[in-house]
């Protein structure tokens, strides 16, 4: 959360404007809930919550890309899980021995070389594409 707030104030134009959207991400400018839970809800309305159509999230497929991203995080194996069953895992880890192995494991053969290669491809290609410098504003 530090490192997107801090994002926040070199991205903004002004001090000021950053202000204000760090109060906006944390729900200065009010909360809106989406109209169908509003009668499960309807209690928070007394605290200020206001309750809009789902077209002020993006609409159905903003919702669903949410989810499918969150269920990208809670049930695919991290980074640590994946390489567990290498030798060149770091030691400091060896607590962590009791963590349940992922289902998926990495493991050296032509068809990651080739996901590597078409990655290292893709980023070559785009690294000439015009990108403003983080600090310009300084």
Do not use: C
């Not at 903004?12 to 950053?18: D, I, P, Q, R």
């Not at 949410?66 to 640590?80: A, C, Q, V």
């Not at 289902?103 to 068809?111: D, G, L």
């Amino acid at each position: 959360m530090a490192i997107i707030v801090s994002w926040v104030v070199f991205r903004a134009n002004t001090l000021g404007g950053s202000y204000n959207i760090i109060i906006g991400m944390f729900g200065g400018n009010g909360f809106i809930l989406p109209e169908l839970y509003i009668e499960q809800l309807n209690f928070l309305s007394r605290l200020g919550v206001q309750f809009g159509t789902l077209n002020n999230y993006g609409g159905n497929e903003s919702v669903v890309l949410l989810l499918s991203l969150l269920g990208i995080t809670l049930f695919l194996p991290n980074l640590y899980q994946i390489m567990s069953h290498e030798v060149v895992t770091l030691d400091i880890y060896n607590h962590l021995s009791s963590q349940k192995k992922a289902w998926y494991r990495w493991r050296p053969n032509f068809i990651y070389a080739g996901f590597t290669a078409v990655l290292l491809i893709t980023a070559l290609i785009f690294r000439d594409q015009p990108n403003e410098f983080l600090y310009f504003q300084f």
